[in-house]
């Protein structure tokens, strides 16, 4: 199993920048896929980017794409979500996870450990 701690929520404004860090460890990721999820109230828990640990290969969802970037420090064993442009509609708890997937593993069922979740809210 792997643990999954997440970091970096907070208030912001339309506009304004944020960075989420998730710290990792446990067993042997090196070939895991990482990804952010987000689930706002009532809504389905959905997928906004992901990155292969190993080779960096990194996928976004189109609500995000040019906004967002996923990296990992591979030194500090540590993922990151730059979120730059911060819309109200970002608003949402922010996962943390990692899985056995692919690069294009969009599925909260592809992926198998789970951050606590950190609250992300813009307002206008």
């Keep these: 199993q792997v643990q999954l701690v997440e970091s970096g929520g907070g208030l912001v404004q339309a506009g304004d920048p944020l960075r989420l860090s998730c710290v990792v460890s446990g067993r042997t990721f090196s070939r895991y896929t990482m990804g952010w999820f987000r689930q706002a109230p009532g809504k389905e828990r959905d997928f906004v980017a992901g990155i292969t640990w190993s080779g960096g290969i990194t996928n976004y969802a189109a609500s995000v794409k040019g906004r967002f970037t996923i990296s990992r420090d591979k030194a500090k064993n540590t993922l990151f ?44």
Excluded: H, I, R
């Excluded at 949402?92 to 809210?121: E, I, N, R």
């Design 81 to 124: 979500l730059q979120m730059n442009s911060l819309k109200p509609e970002d608003t949402a708890v922010y996962y943390c996870a990692a899985g056995p997937g692919t690069a294009y593993s969009t599925s909260a069922s592809q992926f198998d450990s789970w951050g606590q979740g950190t609250q992300v809210t813009v307002s206008a």
